[in-house]
């Protein structure tokens, strides 16, 4: 098992993306603590990895209050006393339905082969609370988790940090400003940490997947479904065990010389 003792963090971990990785983790032989907002999702998790014979425990808090962060990572550690892995998935994605109405109407233009007309609006009427609570959860959250265990990492002079980014942050997406601007900033903050720290002996890095089939992508109708399949060469959406397998490679001894890099499974549907 290549990450046979290792203690990892994933936030985010209660379904989705963060639960593939976490439960690859766990296969793996790392001691897992799944985070989430949600008590019910975080202990789901565990139940399923410790059925499956793996080591893991269950740390709610909202990663985006750095207050709860702190507290979360005193609670792990008083039981494991380290960190190796931290991987920051936490995030959400909020599409007014103004705006996924739009999205539908102009894809029906593109697909019909006229000019494309109808105005998105997804900037122009973003609300503040809004554009704060997905900074917040996936960049400020990101930041948080990176500070505490960096005071744990830097002093053992050893540790992997690997921050979840998305297509939307290399690219940019169209209908998606505020979380776009969330991933496009974990990734910039990916690569100034990992200078900051190389020669400690930690590596960070991000992962920017494409379309993953997940509950995020369940506000895509299926004329813009088949509008990004069309899009996307190898044909597919992707699914949390490709990501999961991303993440791995970047955690397992054979990721030791890559840091400040984003990779980005996304079926190509960015080249």
């Known amino acids: 098992m290549i ?9 985010g971990g209660g379904s989705g993306i963060g639960r593939a990785i976490a439960e690859t983790f766990a296969r793996e032989g790392a001691l897992v603590a799944v985070n989430d907002i949600r008590e019910e999702a975080a202990q789901s998790t565990v139940a399923a990895i410790e059925a499956a014979g793996g080591r893991a425990m269950a740390v709610t808090a909202d990663v985006a209050d750095g207050r709860a962060t702190l507290k979360m990572f005193t609670r792990f550690l008083s039981v ?10 936490a995030g959400i994605a909020i599409m007014a339905p103004h705006v996924v109405a739009n999205f539908e109407a102009l894809t029906q233009e593109v697909l019909a082969g006229g000019p494309p007309t109808t105005p998105l609006q997804a900037t ?3 609300e503040d609370a809004i554009w704060r609570r997905t900074v917040a959860i996936h960049l400020d959250g990101t930041f948080h988790c990176t500070r505490e265990a960096l005071k744990v990492m830097e002093v053992r002079r050893q540790g992997k940090i690997i921050n979840m980014a998305s297509i939307a942050g290399t690219a940019g997406l169209a209908g998606s400003p505020d979380y776009s601007a969330a991933k496009g900033g974990i990734i910039a903050f990916t690569k100034s940490v990992a200078r900051e720290v190389a020669h400690l002996g930690i590596q960070v890095n991000a992962v920017a997947p494409g379309f993953v089939d997940t509950p995020l992508l369940e506000a895509l109708s299926p004329t813009m479904r088949m509008s990004v399949l069309a899009q996307t060469p190898l044909g597919r959406l992707g699914t949390v065990d490709d990501i999961a397998a991303a993440v791995l490679y970047l955690a397992s001894p054979a990721g030791d010389w890559i840091t400040g890099q984003v990779l980005s499974p996304n079926g190509g549907y960015e080249i």
């Open 3 to 11: 990450l046979e003792d290792k203690v990892a963090l994933v936030t």
């Open 80 to 89: 494991w006393n380290t960190i190796d892995l931290v991987v920051n998935n």
């Open 124 to 126: 122009s009427t973003m």
